[in-house]
């Protein structure tokens, strides 16, 4: 058998793995080994590729290769090791961007490399591609991250005759493609290059914050696509199959994420989502309802005589680090022959899922974590839900109120219960900047202050009576 | 061209219906790790970095060869590590009593 044969027999089997991989992240049972599967089949396709043969001779600048990784490696492991579990999503955001980043050198380098022998117009037209989709990316996710780690604001950023700006950006880049495919002229790629980057950072400047997940997922599958049109260019099947994998499936994904919003991906995307909504939230507060607050220890009292308990977290939950407490409250709760279960809105926290990933750090039994629908079953039944730091995936203005820019979205009914309990800092509006109606609701109780202090308070009282 | 780009096409298309056949399937609580793992996948790129800075015959090729390879290996490491802390977390309930696991608050 040829060293190439060998060579390409290892790559089939590290596509294989990224299939399973992802056939394996389909369950909580199999997804961690799954994820390691990929790793492995990761390592031998690189393993396999530093025996390569390119145009004919053994790859140069060996050195420099493992000289790139070794940094790589240093830098990559201890940001994805230690950064706090409420960080993940820029962390996702980054190392996506990043990706595109690289896709798009890949396909730039192989132009400049190729370009004496003039290439084929079709290859010419993978590599431009590949360059605007992953240039695209990797602009994109750094605004993503930007918003999320709070660098800029995770309002939507707006300005006079956007929509029409971007298009014509877009339209630009599109005009320099063909220009480029006829010309296969290299300073015309490096401007193409500079539009890419700046036809990412406008198409996610007027996404707010709240939309921004569904963004990077979005963006993680046009990395992928990236890399599909670089395995073009290159000739790699390795690279084409891994790459359309992620680009089709997170296109899927993307769509179910709009979808858990009650919302169209172009409506996430282009309509400047959670930017008008100061006016209304004003005119709310102006006509005099009155809110109905209570101390953490009468919190406590109608917590330890109650027969059910649901608790909403909510993304609060997590900057105030309270997860432990929250689940020391439950097994409190719990020992007093107390119902208690976690109730998830299916976007909760920053990104679908998350919310699952944070209480299970806290150790909290996933036969705990109950979905929306069935969540919203149990609260029909329950004496008292417990709100902490969620708003928006609660605020009944999202199933009763046409004019309110979240109505449609499926949120969990705790207006349902008995009582709700509601654990807030201040009466500011959440994530997506929209004034809660639950919060005038005679049923509700406000708590205000930190949620970890109120929650630490709270689980005294329960403890003593 | 002919053969070979055909050859990709068919290649393209196949993992497409692959892709979304096999994602269709994955609980919402799985979503967040399965974003972060696709991620890693797309690392890949790695090998298609190593192979344009392998074949690198200027300085131009050899600093943009240089910094893919750079990126491409944040990618992979950093999306591996990251979605295998997440998923060790998804632990089914633990079978020991809940006093034993750490009450130490961070």
Do not use: F, H, R
């Given at each position: 058998m040829s060293r190439e044969t060998l060579i390409d027999l290892l790559y089939l089997f590290s596509a294989t793995t990224f299939v399973l991989a992802l056939k394996g992240l389909g369950s909580p049972k199999r997804a961690r080994y799954g994820n390691m599967l990929a790793a492995f089949g990761m390592l031998v396709a690189i393993v396999a590729t530093f025996f390569k043969y390119v145009d004919g001779h053994a790859l140069h600048h060996v050195g420099l290769i493992l000289l790139a990784m070794l940094i790589g490696v240093i830098v990559a492991v201890p940001v994805a090791r230690f950064v706090?579990?409420?960080?993940m999503p820029q962390l996702v955001a980054i190392f996506n961007g990043v990706g595109g980043g690289a896709a798009s050198l890949v396909s730039i380098t192989e132009f400049v490399h190729i370009k004496s022998t003039h290439p084929a117009t079709y290859v010419t037209l993978e590599v431009l591609l590949g360059v605007l989709i992953g240039t695209v990316s990797f602009s994109g996710s750094a605004i993503a991250f930007a918003k999320l780690q709070e660098l800029m604001t995770g309002r939507p950023v707006t300005y006079p005759g956007q929509q029409f700006i971007n298009a014509l950006v877009g339209a630009a880049a599109l005009v320099l493609i063909v220009i480029i495919l006829v010309q296969g002229s290299t300073v015309l790629l490096w401007i193409l290059l500079l539009l890419a980057f700046v036809l990412g950072i406008a198409f996610v400047l007027p996404i707010g914050g709240a939309d921004v997940p569904v963004l990077i997922s979005l963006l993680n599958s046009f990395t992928g696509l990236a890399v599909a049109a670089s395995g073009f260019t290159l000739g790699s099947n390795l690279l084409i199959v891994a790459g359309t994998l992620v680009g089709a499936s997170g296109i899927l994904l993307t769509r179910l994420m709009s979808k858990a919003m009650g919302r169209s991906l172009s409506n996430v995307l282009f309509s400047a989502f959670g930017s008008v909504i100061t006016a209304s939230g004003d005119a709310a507060r102006e006509d005099g309802r009155t809110v109905k607050s209570g101390s953490p220890e009468d919190a406590g009292v109608m917590l330890s005589y109650a027969s059910s308990v649901v608790i909403i977290p909510g993304y609060g939950l997590a900057v105030a680090q309270a997860q432990h407490v929250v689940r020391e409250l439950a097994e409190e709760l719990e020992k007093k022959g107390i119902t208690v279960a976690f109730a998830i809105h299916p976007v909760a926290g920053r990104m679908p899922g998350h919310m699952n990933v944070l209480l299970a750090e806290a150790?909290?039994?996933?036969?705990q974590l109950i979905e929306m629908d069935e969540a919203n079953t149990d609260l029909a039944t329950a004496d008292v839900a417990l709100v902490v730091g969620a708003n928006d995936t609660v605020n009944p203005a999202a199933s009763n109120?046409?004019?309110?820019?979240?109505?449609?979205m499926p949120i969990i009914h705790a207006d349902l219960a008995e009582n709700v309990l509601f654990l807030k800092r201040s009466m500011r509006p959440g994530f997506a900047g929209i004034e809660n109606e639950l919060l005038y609701n005679p049923k509700t109780t406000l708590i205000f202050g930190d949620a970890k202090d109120t929650l630490t308070k709270i689980l005294a009282t329960v403890k003593t009576s | 061209m002919g053969n070979t780009l055909l050859q990709y096409a068919t290649v393209l298309m196949l993992s497409i219906f692959v892709g979304i056949e096999i994602i269709s399937?994955?609980?919402?609580?799985?979503h967040t790790p399965l974003m972060s793992g696709s991620n890693a996948i797309h690392g890949v790129i790695l090998v298609g970095s190593m192979l344009v800075l392998g074949a690198a015959n200027t300085n131009l090729e050899e600093v943009l060869g240089f910094l893919a390879v750079l990126l491409a290996t944040l990618n992979v490491v950093g999306g591996f590590v990251v979605t295998d802390r997440m998923l060790e977390m998804f632990k089914p309930k633990a079978k020991v009593a809940p006093k034993d696991t750490d009450e130490v608050a961070p």
């Open positions: 706090k579990m409420t960080a150790n909290v039994p996933y036969e109120d046409k004019s309110s820019p979240i109505y449609g | 399937k994955v609980p919402s609580i799985l």
